[in-house]
């Protein structure tokens, strides 16, 4: 087997910049991003994307929705399909396992995205679509050296007292009473708790947008709080639900 590991010093340099795998860009005098509409000559792309960061959490997905929906309708495209992929903790499921969700629930089980807008609060249903998960499911190959599963997503609007973690700066409950709420969780059908689903779920759904969710678990919550694997170990366990969603899309790509 002649696939060689990528070597972290030869795409990145120590200041953690990204290093290209092509000596020709530097050569370049500038370098046209053609299906992007950029260019790093017309653009200052450091002042435009240097600070680029992904948030956490409902707000941040919420507010990165209303605007990718609306490049959907400025762009004019046609049936999109989006894709949360990311990280999650397992409710009986071993880190490295990959979720699928089937819906998409908060701290209490609702199934839907509660908003205060303008002082009122309104209720959005996070719904997923079925057909989408069932198949990416059948994309799973039983090759694939972990699990592929679906089930019920919790999303929290925190991660240390929302879902549950003993291990915060504040805890106010005992050990018993996290395992009496993990487990009761798990029997109605969670089987992995995050922090975007909810959001994705149901904003997607009112805009009319297949979507779905998929990720990675990092650790069983059933057995524990911290996260432990080491860094190259998460490094290969999230590539897991792109993986998934690149078979997808190549399928997908095949059948037009
Ligand atoms: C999963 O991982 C992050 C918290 O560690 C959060 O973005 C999420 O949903
Ligand atoms: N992301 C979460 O939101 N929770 C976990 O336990 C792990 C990753």
Not at 179 to 195: D, P, Q
Not at 205 to 229: M, N, S, Y
Request: charged share 30%; net charge negative.
């Amino acid at each position: 087997n002649d696939v060689k590991e990528v070597d972290e010093s030869r795409v990145r340099y120590p200041d953690g910049t990204v290093r290209l795998r092509n000596p020709n860009i530097e050569l370049m005098d500038q370098d046209i991003l053609y299906h992007l509409a950029l260019g790093s000559g017309s653009h200052d792309l450091v002042e435009m994307f240097g600070d680029v960061k992904h948030g956490m959490g409902i707000p941040s997905v919420g507010i990165l929705l209303h605007e990718v929906i609306k490049l959907m309708y400025h762009a004019k495209v046609r049936d999109p399909v989006f894709f949360r992929i990311g990280t999650c903790g397992g409710i009986g499921y071993e880190g490295g396992t990959v979720i699928i969700s089937e819906e998409a629930v908060d701290g209490a089980l609702r199934n839907v995205l509660e908003l205060t807008v303008l002082g009122k609060n309104i209720q959005r249903l996070a719904k997923l679509d079925k057909r989408l998960v069932r198949e990416l499911k059948a994309l799973s190959d039983p090759e694939d050296p972990y699990d592929t599963v679906t089930g019920k997503t919790m999303c929290t609007y925190d991660f240390y007292e929302g879902q549950g973690r003993l291990d915060g700066a504040f805890c106010d409950f005992t050990e018993n009473d996290k395992m009496e709420y993990l487990e009761s969780i798990h029997k109605a059908g969670v089987v992995n708790i995050e922090m975007e689903s909810l959001a994705f779920a149901a904003l997607t759904h009112h805009a009319g947008i297949k979507a779905a969710v998929i990720c990675v678990t990092l650790l069983d919550r059933l057995k524990g709080d911290q996260v432990l694997a080491p860094k190259e170990v998460l490094d290969e366990w999230q590539q897991r639900p792109t993986k998934l969603v690149c078979r997808y899309i190549k399928k997908y790509l095949q059948m037009k």
